[in-house]
């Protein structure tokens, strides 16, 4: 369900931590003794869509929504997103929408609009500031918040290099920042840095790490650090774009080696029915509500790929505790 932003707010729940802490992301993630989702025990099919292009309300006639990310703090969720008017210049800016439980959900509005079209706007906190990374073109720029959620300023590029870069993911593990994205949607690129706002990342030794995999090579949601083990979701482009996520976790990582490899159960997300998601699902942002409640989670679902009638729209995912 979603409301307008004049249709009023709802009282604010228990509050979730935020990122806090060195090592970046714990919280909201599981504590030590709690698997993240690898899909197992997922079922996307018990998915509910929560937002459309029709929801957003200072854009234009909006084409879809897509590419949704959480953040939760002092009992108030939000949601960042792609808009995507393809009649607009830029033709597609960030979205923000509040909640103050993650399921009822009402639009507010565009928070940032580039030049050029952005996406995938992973948020997250480190050191008590708000980081967002949309990327565009060749160049994955970072965002700092002067003012969370609405206003946003480019401090920098991490990366600026001579393909696309899709779809970016940045972790801190064991004392560094990671960046990962793809080349070609088939190569996985990592790149790393000791400062976060350092410009001009250093590339792995051995980029791209891996090679001719098209089933997971792009990046489909929010890394997870579970019992110092590092979880990434990737996007599988095999027979659609955005077919399904799988869940590879990283066994190796430093800056001259790596190797992954996918997770029981994996793919946590596809396809699924004859409706809101019947052709494809391609992010995934599981948070942790505690023990006995489980990963309330944002995902996106297609209903055909050839029309760009209402394509893409959010929903939530709700996962008990094992």
């Known amino acids: 369900m979603v409301k307008t932003a004049d249709s009023g707010t709802k009282t604010a729940a228990n509050a979730v931590s935020p990122y806090t802490g060195p090592r970046i992301p714990e919280s909201p993630h599981a504590p030590a003794d709690v698997a993240p989702p690898t899909g197992s025990h997922v079922q996307p099919s018990a998915a509910q869509p929560v937002l459309s292009g029709d929801d957003v309300t200072d854009y234009g006639d909006v084409e879809y929504v897509a590419d949704p990310f959480l953040f939760v703090e002092e ?22 929408a509040t909640s103050s439980d993650g399921l009822d959900w009402t639009y507010d509005q565009v928070v940032l609009e580039k030049r050029y079209h952005t ?31 609405t206003e946003w300023t480019h401090i920098g590029n991490a990366i600026d290099v001579d393909y696309y870069p899709h779809d970016p993911t940045f972790v801190r593990y064991d004392g560094r920042w990671w960046l990962f994205t793809d080349r070609g949607n088939e190569q996985v690129m990592v790149y790393h840095s000791r400062d976060l706002e350092r410009e001009g990342w250093t590339p792995h030794e051995r980029n791209p790490v891996v090679t001719d995999r098209r089933d997971a090579a792009r990046q489909g949601g929010r890394p997870i650090i579970h019992d110092g083990r590092l979880y990434l979701y990737f996007q599988d482009l095999v027979d659609n774009y955005g077919d399904a996520i799988r869940c590879c976790e990283v066994t190796q990582l ?37 023990p006995d409640k489980g990963w309330r989670c944002a995902v996106d679902g297609v209903r055909d790929q050839e029309s760009l009638d209402d394509q893409w729209t959010i929903g939530i995912l709700d996962i008990p505790p094992v």
């Open 75 to 96: 009992g108030e969720w939000h949601m960042f997103f792609e808009i995507l008017n393809s009649d607009r210049e830029p033709d597609a800016p960030i979205g923000h």
């Open 119 to 149: 996406s995938f706007p992973l948020v997250w906190k480190h050191a008590g500031s708000y980081y967002m990374c949309p990327p565009t073109g060749q160049k994955v720029e970072l965002y700092k918040a002067d003012r969370f959620p």
């Open 254 to 290: 430093s800056p001259s080696t790596y190797t992954d490899q996918e997770v029981s159960g994996s793919p946590v997300l596809e396809e699924f029915g004859t409706g809101w998601a019947n052709n494809g699902m391609h992010t995934f942002d599981p948070w942790w509500r505690g």
